[in-house]
T-cell receptor, first 111, second 115 residues
Framework: GDSVTQMEGPVTLSEEAFLTINCTYT??????LFWYVQYPGEGLQLLLK?????DKGSNKGFEATYRKETTSFHLEKGSVQVSDSAVYFC??????????FGTGTLLAIQP | GAGVSQSPSNKVTEKGKDVELRCDPI?????LYWYRQRLGQGLEFLIY????????KSGLPSDRFSAERTGESVSTLTIQRTQQEDSAVYLC?????????????FGSGTRLTVV
């Protein structure tokens, strides 16, 4: 069945560092891909999405490109801030219309 | 309403008791999902309702778990004879229709603690 694999955390970076969180997926057909973020003590929020191959989703300085050839949707940000500290979840929605999540990656940014 | 509303926000129950969790989706959203998030873990799919179609119950972990939805409105998730391993945050999400082309909006969750 459909699945999402993302890099394990925690990921600890200094402020202004470059961020990459890897995400790969397995799905039949052409799923939609998402990154969700969960800030400490808050609910799950949609960060960005891409619905077809080569689409780039972007929001708050974060970007991810839907790569069909490598079945990947890696999350990147050029310069992270302390306020970006959160848990990041990669997810897909495929033929079953269910949102399937990765296990989450804890990101900690140090000043 | 403006968002997905879940109640209660916190529930502490004794092992063996039944609990009922409620989700009010965004008005007009035909798709509704329940997920479970154990401490420090990812989101585990439980059940999916789409309009009047038969729900996808493939994620329910045991027959102690059941869920209902009245039309395209409120849903309740019931856990019978709760066990300590049921302790988790239970999240509800709704979408205009099922599938990735429409956004999924999550509620703030119900934190269930079984003691």
């Amino acid at each position: 069945g459909d699945s999402v694999t993302q890099m394990e955390g925690p990921v600890t970076l200094s402020e202004e560092a470059f961020l990459t969180i890897n995400c790969t997926y397995t799905a039949t057909g052409y799923p939609s891909l998402f990154w969700y973020v969960q800030y400490p003590g808050e609910g799950l929020q949609l960060l960005l999405k891409a619905t077809k191959a080569d689409d780039k989703g972007s929001n708050k300085g974060f970007e991810a490109t839907y790569r069909k050839e490598t079945t990947s949707f890696h999350l990147e940000k050029g310069s992270v801030q302390v306020s970006d500290s959160a848990v990041y979840f990669c997810a897909l929605s495929g033929a079953t219309n269910k949102l399937i999540f990765g296990t989450g990656t804890l990101l900690a940014i140090q000043p | 309403g403006a968002g997905v509303s879940q109640s209660p926000s916190n529930k502490v129950t004794e092992k063996g008791k039944d609990v009922e969790l409620r989700c009010d989706p965004i008005s007009g959203h035909t798709a509704l999902y329940w997920y479970r998030q154990r401490l420090g873990q990812g989101l585990e799919f439980l059940i999916y309702f789409q309009g009047n179609s038969a729900p996808d119950k493939s994620g329910l972990p045991s027959d102690r778990f059941s869920a209902e939805r009245t039309g395209e409105s409120v849903s309740t998730l019931t856990i019978q004879r709760t066990q300590q391993e049921d302790s988790a945050v239970y999240l509800c999400a709704s979408s205009l229709q099922g599938g990735g082309n429409y956004g999924y909006t999550f509620g703030s969750g119900t934190r269930l603690t079984v003691v």
